[in-house]
């Protein structure tokens, strides 16, 4: 049986069913609190509640739900509610993952990092004419001196390279500098 995590995870795969269990003795569900989430997206927002179960809140969030929600950063925010009070418990970051699931054949599920890594590289290899008219916090691509190039692309092979450590279930590697 599935260990069921304490903690709203920080991403979200769009499609699944999400499920945790909130123990909270200072909002026991058994003396009126509800934990309510929303998640604070650029255009959209969604929200959903926990259950009671006990003294302890139960959240679960049906794949039908999930699967309605836009893939992209939010801020996720946890408030426990009884009679007209509120108490926020948690605001911060969470991701919600695309649903790869239903993704259609030929969909570009790259990260941020991994299509803007690319197109850097084929712009410098010369290899796509089309990359030169990429824009990159607000310039494009062949506006970059050549020098600025290598070090955006060494950044963004870098966000890539701790993007897959984490989706292997790996802990970031750590740089040290001595000064």
Same mark, same amino acid.
């Given at each position: 049986? /599935?260990?069921?995590?304490? !903690?709203?995870?920080?991403?979200?795969?769009? *499609?699944?069913?999400?499920?945790?269990?909130?123990?909270? /003795?200072?909002?026991?569900? =058994?003396?009126?609190?509800?934990?309510?989430?929303?998640?604070?997206?650029?255009?959209?927002?969604?929200?959903?509640?926990?259950?009671?179960?006990?003294?302890?809140? =139960?959240?679960?969030?049906?794949?039908?739900?999930?699967? !309605?929600? @836009?893939?992209? *950063?939010?801020?996720?925010?946890? @408030?426990?509610?009884?009679? *007209?009070?509120?108490?926020?418990l948690i605001d911060r970051f969470a991701r919600v993952l695309p649903d790869l699931a239903a993704a259609m054949a030929g969909a570009d599920v790259r990260t941020h990092a991994e299509k803007v890594l690319a197109s850097i590289e084929a712009y410098?290899?010369?290899?796509?004419?089309? @990359?030169? *008219?990429?824009?990159?916090?607000?310039?494009?691509?062949?506006?970059? /001196?050549?020098?600025?190039?290598?070090?955006?692309?060494?950044?963004?092979?870098?966000?890539?390279?701790?993007?897959? !450590?984490?989706?292997?279930?790996? /802990?970031?590697?750590?740089?040290?500098?001595?000064?």
């Open positions: 049986m /599935p260990l069921i995590p304490d !903690q709203p995870p920080s991403e979200l795969r769009a *499609g699944d069913t999400l499920s945790w269990r909130r123990n909270l /003795p200072e909002y026991l569900a =058994s003396a009126g609190w509800a934990l309510t989430y929303t998640l604070v997206g650029s255009t959209t927002v969604y929200s959903f509640a926990s259950a009671p179960s006990g003294a302890a809140h =139960s959240v679960t969030v049906a794949a039908s739900v999930s699967g !309605q929600w @836009a893939p992209g *950063g939010y801020r996720l925010i946890e @408030a426990a509610t009884r009679a *007209g009070e509120r108490v926020t410098l290899e010369g290899k796509a004419a089309w @990359a030169a *008219g990429l824009e990159l916090a607000g310039r494009k691509l062949s506006e970059y /001196p050549i020098a600025d190039l290598l070090k955006l692309r060494d950044t963004y092979r870098a966000e890539v390279g701790r993007e897959r !450590q984490v989706a292997a279930g790996l /802990p970031p590697t750590r740089i040290l500098t001595r000064f």
